[in-house]
């Protein structure tokens, strides 16, 4: 039986011409845009010169889709889904893609699950049709069910020794509490020893589907050849709710509170403080990031001058903001001495508390807004990054414009705007303040910062 056509929208059927760039702006190729008969939103951007082809599929689903009792289940769904499929095994998969020179990849975070695939243009449709076996009909082979688990709990292990890793996973948790966003990506070792390859085909089967995805194809292919291609690769795919479901809303962060993750074995201490930040696509965006470059975003940053280079107290320090779809955080990570913990905290909130109550200069904004504008095209040098962006333009609706003019609306915040984000973002609250290290060294240097509570650094295995 021949494979239907894809359907196009009515509103798109053609791409939509581009509007004439502002001197400096970056641009995206024009987007053709079609839906395959199973409703598969594929976006395709054709991009010479390089016989190449990259693609992206975006499944609205991440580890804040995760049962209650099965933390990382997505996670490990996902990655399942690359071992095995109804036709093919694992090593037959491999096999095919080496063959042609092809590349697979599988990404996760607590909003979404991607699937990343790179060709030579002339394979490019069987291996999206691969890439399609794979998320229809992924077989979850019970042996390769068994030996991800056992990788995954030896990764766990291995995490008890970067504690880093340890310090990341006791902020996120002690930050969002309860929230779906509180729980690592990959989930917990008591979690993943629960997971069945039943849980693997519950998932795939209630949480993925067409209707929650979004195919972006970037490279030497014409539209209508992605068009058919994705047809004939996902136009048999069911299964998944008709939209994506919604993640709670953020609610109230822990604030004001030390978490102290007692590590004995330690002759550093690991830093990490954090309160709310703003969701993905906030208008606040762009007057933020500037600020923040300014704080901590970048090598000649504030934080760095006073932390690393006037006082010798880390060899790196950075702030950041992170943002996911139902909210965010703005946060501090560094480590130093165990000895100079309480020396670090008392000068990192110093310089924040700065930049709170007086904002950054004119000449401060100026030369980071000149940093992030020259950064910015990197972005968009290759097939896999444009193809990203794409992606990320519609599923968290940044608008088609977002690309063209980033430097345009980075170029228009002004002083006010950085100084009003400062004083709404960078901790008007007492912060979250979680500590890694030898706790009987460094609870002595905390009075007077809040209470504090001492957990084993075990409890994040």
Known sequence: MAAKRPVTKPAAPAPTPA???????????????????????????????????????????????????????????????????????????????????????VGSNEDSLSFYVTSPAEHFPAMLGLLGEMVREPSFPEREVELARERTLASFANDLDDPSSIADRAFTRALWGKHPYGHDVSGSAAHVRTFTREDLVRFHRERLGPKVALLSVVGAVAPDVVAEAAQKAFGGWTGGPEKPEPVPAAGKMASGRILLVDKPDQTQTQVRLGGPGFRMGHADYFPSAAMNNVLGGGFTSRLVNEVRVERGLTYGISSYFEMLDVGGVFAISTFTQTERTREMLDVSLAEVGKVRESGITAAELKKAQRYMAGLYPLRTETNESVASVIADIRVHALGDDWVQKFRERL???????????????????????????????????????????VVPASDYE
């Open 19 to 105: 509007p004439a760039p502002a001197p400096g702006s970056v641009m995206l190729p024009a987007l053709h845009e079609t839906t395959t008969s199973s409703g598969l939103q594929v976006l395709a951007a054709q991009r010479g010169p390089l016989p190449l082809v990259a693609a992206r599929l975006v499944l609205r689903v991440g580890s804040a889709m995760d049962p209650a009792d099965k933390h990382g289940l997505a996670d490990f769904t996902a990655r399942l889904m690359r071992r095995g499929t109804a036709r093919l095994s694992a090593d037959e998969l491999d096999e095919a893609i080496e063959f042609v020179g092809a590349s697979f990849a």
């Open 411 to 453: 170029f228009a915040v002004k002083p006010r705007q950085t100084q009003e984000m400062a004083a709404k973002y960078l901790f008007p609250q007492a912060p979250l303040i979680v500590l890694l290290g030898k706790a009987s060294v460094v609870k002595k240097q905390l009075k007077g910062l809040g209470s504090v509570s």
